[in-house]
């Protein structure tokens, strides 16, 4: 079974930074999509940031300029920078793979907690 798993989240000072790891198992290398997601409470779960195999990017407006995605295709694994945090940045974060089109081919992990909080 695929699974995946997040690293890296805790509590940090607004303007600090954070570095979120996520690792994928269970499959087959060469994912199509990985990206992150974050929720708060009374909220649906809003995409951050993702990356394609092809390189192409995409950032919600509320992190560019402030977090960095990266990943490795040939390890399907992902890495989330985050810098100048700020208190609404504070969310569960969410690991998404995406292998293919199929909604079946889809993961995702299990959550890893930032609190950005003086």
């Known amino acids: 079974q695929v699974q995946l798993v997040e690293s890296g989240g805790g509590l940090v000072q607004p303007g600090g930074s954070l570095r979120l790891s996520c690792a994928a198992s269970g499959s087959r290398f060469g994912f199509r999509v990985m990206g992150w997601y974050r929720q708060v409470p009374g909220k649906q779960r809003e995409m951050v940031a993702r990356?394609?195999?092809?390189?192409?990017?995409f950032y919600a407006d509320s992190v560019k300029g402030r977090f960095t995605i990266s990943g490795d295709a040939a390890k399907n694994t992902a890495t989330l920078q985050m810098n100048s945090l700020k208190p609404e940045d504070t969310a569960v974060y969410y690991c998404?793979?995406?292998?293919?089109?199929?909604?079946?081919?889809?993961?995702w992990g299990q959550g890893t907690q930032v609190t950005v909080s003086s």
């Open positions: 990356i394609s195999s092809g390189g192409s990017l």
């Open positions: 998404h793979l995406q292998m293919t089109s199929d909604p079946a081919d889809v993961y």
